[in-house]
């Protein structure tokens, strides 16, 4: 089935630095979508993509849907330490009997340090 | 609004035990979804509701039913517990298949 790489696995930085993290597909997607999970806590909705191309920005956070639809990135500016958490990729199908499948990154771990 | 809602927050159920997890939505989603996230698993796919009277199996649906009587609930049942459906479960809901889903807090099982 289709599976969705994301990278890093985690990452450990300092207060005020940039983030970048990414994902891929070996097909291609309709949607991508970018989620953060605190600790016992639902994942949050924080960027939805629907164009190939598309550039979206959430306050500090920019990701973008790729032009090949197989690939999307999560930039987070300035980081600051309630950034911490779990930040999933996701992406929804819109082939045929994968219609409206969500498919979940492996996460990134996001720690930051004051 | 209220977004996603589910009850309860923690449960613990024996084996062979039956219960309804709650799910509620207050933003008019046609869409609703039942997740399961598990260590090392990720988050799959149990039930889901394109609408109303409309319900279809996901990844994982063995064990759980659904009904979708609302556009606003989508209760998930399990009818015999067993000690691998421990888990957290998580409702979502989306105004469209292709749109993205909105999580509720979930609600963490222990069956013993």
């Known amino acids: 089935g289709q599976q969705l790489n994301q990278s890093p696995q985690s990452m450990f930085i300092q207060e005020g630095e940039d983030v970048s993290m990414n994902c891929t597909s070996s097909?291609?997607?309709?949607?991508w979508l970018w989620y953060k999970q605190d600790p016992g806590e639902g994942p949050v909705l924080l960027i939805a993509?629907?164009?190939?191309?598309e550039l979206t920005s959430n306050g500090r956070l920019t990701a973008q849907f790729g032009i090949t639809r197989k690939d999307s990135f999560l930039n987070i500016s300035a980081s600051i330490p309630s950034d911490v958490g779990i930040y999933f990729c996701a992406g929804l199908e819109a082939g045929g009997t994968s219609y409206g499948k969500l498919t979940f990154g492996q996460g990134t771990i996001l720690t930051v340090h004051p | 609004n209220a977004g996603v809602t589910q009850t309860p927050k923690f449960q613990v159920l024996k084996t062979g035990q039956s219960m309804t997890l709650q799910c509620a939505q207050d933003m008019n989603h046609e869409y609703m979804s039942w997740y399961r996230q598990d260590p090392g698993m990720g988050l799959r796919l149990i039930h889901y509701?394109?609408?109303?009277?409309?319900?279809d199996q996901g990844e994982v649906p063995n064990g759980y039913n659904v009904s979708r009587s609302t556009t606003e609930d989508f209760p998930l049942r399990l009818l015999s517990a067993a000690p691998s459906q421990t888990s957290v479960y998580f409702c979502?809901?989306?105004?469209?298949?292709?749109?993205?889903?909105?999580f509720g807090p979930g609600t963490r099982l222990t069956v013993t």
């Open positions: 993509l629907y164009k190939a191309g």
């Open positions: 097909s291609i997607f309709n949607t």
């Open positions: 979502a809901s989306s105004y469209s298949r292709l749109a993205g889903q909105y």
């Open positions: 509701s394109v609408g109303a009277g409309i319900t």
